[in-house]
């Protein structure tokens, strides 16, 4: 096995996700992430890994989400596109970046592409997160096949039109990653902070709590009431 593999393991035995997950899915995962090292792609797809193994999109990124701490191989970051209609432009943040945003009282951004002005706590809802594997987590592979270990983030410069649609909510899901047509990669902020929180009532992802604003903490009870009225 992989020392990506060896990873999940360590973690799912010294977290409580055994209690909600079957051991086969860290195979799955270690193949499915060895996949997207060797195309040389920059982000892992919770709705492909949902589509591949019959999950839920929710109960993908809550797996995912296991393994985006401190000591584990995934990563996320967060970004918004501008609304303006003539501007493409991304603003990209890791989660240091978003995490000291979010402190900020009144934090203004401005687009550089148009100039448009944004204040932080009214672009919260369009915040989206893309999950990625740690440069380091790529270099066992880097001599196995065709990666490039820094296309992690050198293909945030090269994101391509197709990803500007917004993604499906966890309020309409159901056990389809969906694999016809362009492949979603994108998980709304809000989808991730009801994720963060096991059936249990537990944090999963320390680290990814910690840079959320207190504004979207507070809000999780709520969503997921909503969640459960759509059951």
Do not use: W
């Not at 209690?19 to 920059?42: C, G, H, M, Q, V």
């Not at 687009?111 to 380091?136: H, R």
């Amino acid at each position: 096995m992989s020392l990506l593999y060896e990873k999940f393991l360590s973690i799912y035995r010294e977290t409580n996700m055994q209690n909600f997950y079957p051991s086969y899915l860290l195979e799955n995962l270690d193949r499915f992430a060895r996949e997207t090292i060797y195309y040389n792609k920059a982000y892992l797809s919770p709705y492909r890994f949902a589509h591949k193994n019959m999950m839920t999109a929710r109960d993908a990124v809550q797996f995912f989400l296991f393994f985006t701490n401190a000591d584990g191989p995934f990563d996320i970051i967060y970004f918004f596109e501008c609304s303006n209609v003539a501007c493409d432009h991304r603003f990209k943040y890791t989660r240091e970046q978003f995490k000291r945003i979010s402190t900020e009282t009144v934090y203004e951004i401005y687009c550089e592409e148009c100039g448009k002005k944004y204040i932080f706590n009214d672009i919260l809802p369009f915040i989206q997160v893309y999950f990625i594997l740690k440069p380091e987590q790529c270099l066992e592979f880097s001599n196995k096949s065709k990666i490039d270990p820094s296309s992690t983030f050198g293909a945030l410069k090269d994101m391509t039109n197709g990803l500007q649609e917004s993604p499906p909510s966890f309020l309409t899901d159901s056990k389809d990653g969906g694999e016809g047509g362009r492949e979603k990669l994108a998980v709304q902020v809000v989808d991730v902070v009801v994720a963060n929180i096991d059936n249990s009532g537990n944090i999963i992802s320390i680290d990814v709590e910690n840079s959320l604003p207190p504004f979207l903490q507070k809000m999780r009870l709520s969503m997921n009431e909503r969640i459960r009225n759509t059951i």
